[in-house]
Every structure is written in C-alpha cells, then in structure tokens.
C-alpha cells in the first residue's frame, strides 16, 4: 500500500449523516503505538498552512466516531494549534478496548471531501514494545538534551530511529547528522538489548515540537521544548557581588591602614620621649658655674639625674676661695684661676 496515495472505503459519520466517500492519503505509512494498559497518549497531527481555516476531526475506525478539535470528553481532548500547523489528540486511561485503528482527518471542502493527515493503530499492553522514560523533555538554546527509549527484546534487531513528525526526517543509530542546526546521535545502551539512548547537542529554538522513537513500525511519541537561553546567572551574581562590596572591602582595607598607621605612630612615640628625656638628662648631667671675671673660676659637678626625687634632700654648699686648691697656670706661667673641687650629697 503506498505511503502517501491510496484508497480506503470506509463509514464516517458526521452529525446525522453516513458518507460513503474516497479518501486520499497524505500521511505516513501505518505506525503502531504500544501504550501502558491504563496510561495515556497524545498523538500529534500536522496539516497543511493553507487548512488552517478547515475543520479538523479525530476519527476511532472502532466505533466510527469522529471527535472535531477544541473538544474535551472525560477520556479525549482534540486541540486545535493553528498557531503550529497542527491539532493534539490526547487519550487517557487507555484499556483493552481501546485497541484499534485511529486517524487524523481534515476537511478540505474540495473534490475529495476528506484528507487522512495520519493513521495509526493503538495497541494497549501491560509491557509495551516500545516506551519512552518521558514522553516530554524540555531544554535550553544551546544546550541538549537526551531521551531515553525502551523496547522489549523482541526488537532488538529492529531498526531504532528519532524521527520528527513535521518534517518525516529520521536518525538512526549510530548516526550524526551534523548538517543540521543542532546534532543528533543515536546509541545502544549497553543494557543486553532493552533500551537506546538519543542525544541531541546545540538545541536551537526550531527545534521545539513532536518527535518518536521507533524500534521498526512501533513507536512513542515524545514532545521537545526549547525555550531562550538563560542569562549567565553566575556572573551576573558575580558583577553583582562586586558592585556591592568592592567599594566595601576597598573602605575596609582603607580603614585597617590608617589604623596600622596609628598604631605603629603610637608604639614609635614612647621612644621618641624616651630618648628625649634621656637627651634632657644628659644634657643637665654637668653644669658650669662661672664666676666674675675678676674672681677665680670655680667648676662644680652637680649630678641631677633624678632632679625632683622627694625621697632626696637637696643640699645647698657654698664654694669659696680655699687654702690649698689646684692652681691651673698659663704657659707663660702665671696663675690664672683655682680649681676647686666639690662634692654634693644628701645629708
């Protein structure tokens, strides 16, 4: 049967009306969907820009019931995204009779009344064939992301594949296709045959939408969002640190210099008046007594070196001309003056 044209006869039901009509087919080849008995799925279906404005329907051939998008039951939702290019069938708490075949029909109010967009059998197992960790991953510009696909070993010599709904473009394992904006590589996971891994490095915001692992005709879809890259928050946390305290640390350092400056003036001052002192003592240490031209020249050694000591008496003494005292003469050698020697105690 070709994958893009062919014919199927068959009942949909529309309002009131059965139509009996020739339905051409523009979507994929079959896919069969192994679903978790109890679980859910949501199943995307691309149309064509120019159908934006035709009604969109979700046909079950089980029941030949047709549910029109922006409807919600208990267990379905058929949402229109005009905005994408496509509609969202989402069915939940799957089960046993739910098994069967499905499709995504758009109304083209032209010679043939109905377009298939996509076809697919849904298959409920307690262990499906083929299963996704998470059937939504989300990512940065520029980053990556990974997805981790599931398949029973009855597929182990399937071909595995990431492939993008929109687009029908298709990786295999092994495989890096680096000509597009961002790399994908595909590879088995060293689990005895249970699982494979899909890595896509260099996200660019385009890359946002539905995708699927396959492991041959089963397959999961999964849904990719890449939203702008985040701000580099370390350094803008970092800038922002320094705004706030370098002036702080700068005052800080500012502050503990002049506080070494005060303290190395304050230690250097005792010794500075240490020395004074000891430069005043030593100054008053002898003191030259001189008398009248005319009288004779009289030296006394006083020794003040603790001059307002209370514990000392101070004693007065009167030097005179004594008998006896050491004449110091001229070369010529003539008396000039008499040394008198004396010595002041404490009585």
């Not at 803008?236 to 005052?251: F, H, Y």
């Not at 006896?324 to 002041?344: C, D, F, L, N, R």
Request: charge should be negative; aromatic fraction near 10%; glycine fraction near 6%.
């Amino acid at each position: 049967m070709d994958a893009y044209a062919k014919t199927k006869i068959f009942y949909i039901s529309i309002g009131v009306w059965l139509i009996l009509g020739v339905v051409s087919y523009s979507g994929w080849s079959k896919h069969v969907l192994t679903i978790l008995t109890g679980g859910s799925v949501t199943i995307p279906c691309h149309y064509d820009k120019k159908c934006t404005q035709q009604k969109k329907y979700w046909f079950s051939e089980i029941d030949e019931s047709n549910t029109y998008t922006n409807k919600t039951e208990e267990n379905l939702s058929v949402i229109d995204h005009p905005d994408q290019s496509l509609f969202t069938v989402t069915m939940r708490n799957l089960q046993d009779k739910h098994n069967g075949h499905y499709y995504c029909v758009v109304e083209t109010g032209e010679q043939s009344p109905i377009n298939i967009i996509y076809e697919t059998q849904l298959k409920i197992q307690s262990a499906p064939d083929v299963s996704v960790v998470s059937s939504s991953v989300s990512g940065h510009e520029g980053g990556d992301i990974s997805v981790k696909c599931l398949y029973s070993s009855g597929y182990q010599i399937k071909l595995k594949q990431w492939c993008r709904y929109k687009d029908q473009s298709c990786y295999t394992v092994g495989r890096t296709d680096t000509s597009q904006n961002s790399s994908v590589q595909i590879s088995d996971d060293d689990d005895g045959g249970r699982s494979f891994t899909v890595l896509m490095t260099g996200l660019r915001l385009t890359d946002s939408g539905w995708y699927f692992c396959s492991a041959g005709e089963t397959l999961n879809p999964v849904h990719l969002t890449v939203t702008e890259a985040e701000p580099d928050t370390v350094s803008d946390k970092v800038n922002e640190l320094l705004n706030v305290w370098l002036p702080a640390l700068a005052a800080l350092l500012l502050l503990l210099i002049l506080v070494g400056v005060f303290t190395w003036r304050l230690r250097q001052r005792p010794k500075q008046e240490k020395h004074q002192i000891r430069g005043r003592n030593g100054s008053r240490a002898t003191d030259m007594i001189y008398s009248k031209p005319e009288d004779p020249v009289i030296y006394s050694t006083i020794n003040d070196e603790i001059p307002h000591d209370p514990n000392k008496d101070i004693t007065y003494s009167t030097i005179d001309n004594v008998p006896g005292s050491e004449v110091m003469k001229s070369s010529a050698g003539g008396a000039i003056y008499s040394i008198i020697y004396s010595t002041v105690g404490p009585h």
